[in-house]
């Protein structure tokens, strides 16, 4: 069955320093990836997303993703993180008819110090 | 360009009563889904439609809950009888085309439902 692993639940980076968030998915075919951001309140808004071609995909807001098959992972990073960046990070794997359905993370709480 | 609209935002009633839950998509969007989100389950998938047809409800929790999207530009989610083990904040999301499309899916504010 598919499904999708963020093992940190809470991450704290201090203001400028840089950041990556894990993933880890279990898919049998070839993985439609997603990285979604969720701020208090408010529905999720998609960061990036891999479906193939390169493997570093770069997104919104300074983000990249990488793709390591080998691994089955798809890592978030960005090199310099601002205070508005604490949110909670979600990471998808397209499943179900046609890759069409969501199967995500249970979440990556991040927190920026000053 | 207005993105998937969910009405109401909050919805605080008591145990028993029917709660109907409102979604627009995405104007020209094929698909519609519907996701729960509780601190212990997480997001998870309810049921999906494509082109106004459901695809798969595997998700739905029990009998009480049910969706309908009569036409592509609005669909419900109902629950009746609600309990309080059904409180949590439910998400519609749209997309444009399925695995080949390379769309994403856009989300909704949500509504956050209270069952006392």
């Known amino acids: 069955a598919q499904s999708v692993t963020q093992p940190d639940i809470h991450i704290t980076v201090s203001e400028g320093a840089s950041l990556e968030l894990r993933c880890n998915y279990s898919y049998g075919a070839t993985p439609y990836l997603f990285w979604y951001v969720q701020s208090p309140g408010q529905g999720l808004q998609l960061l990036l997303k891999?479906?193939?071609?390169?493997?570093l995909v770069q997104g919104i807001k300074g983000f990249e993703a990488e793709f390591k098959r080998s691994q089955s992972s798809f890592n978030l990073r960005k090199p310099s993180v601002h205070w508005s960046d604490a949110a909670e990070y979600f990471c998808a794997v397209g499943a179900g008819q046609a890759g069409t359905a969501l199967i995500f993370g249970k979440g990556t709480t991040l927190s920026v110090s000053s | 360009d207005a993105g998937v609209i969910q009405s109401p935002r909050h919805e605080v009633t008591e145990m028993g009563q029917e709660v109907t839950l409102r979604c627009k998509p995405i104007s020209g969007h094929d698909y519609l889904f519907w996701y729960r989100q509780t601190m212990m389950r997480g997001l998870e998938l309810l049921i999906y439609?494509?082109?106004?047809?459901?695809?798969?409800d595997s998700g739905m929790p029990e009998d009480r809950f049910s969706a309908k999207m009569p036409n592509a530009s609005f669909s419900t989610l109902k629950i009746q009888p609600s309990e309080p083990r059904d409180s949590a904040v439910y998400f519609c999301?749209?997309?444009?085309?399925?695995?080949?499309?390379?769309?994403?899916?856009?989300f909704g504010d949500g509504t956050r439902l209270s069952i006392l």
């Open positions: 999301a749209s997309s444009l085309g399925g695995r080949g499309s390379n769309q994403p899916q856009h």
């Open positions: 439609f494509n082109n106004n047809v459901p695809i798969d």
């Open positions: 891999y479906f193939s071609g390169d493997t």
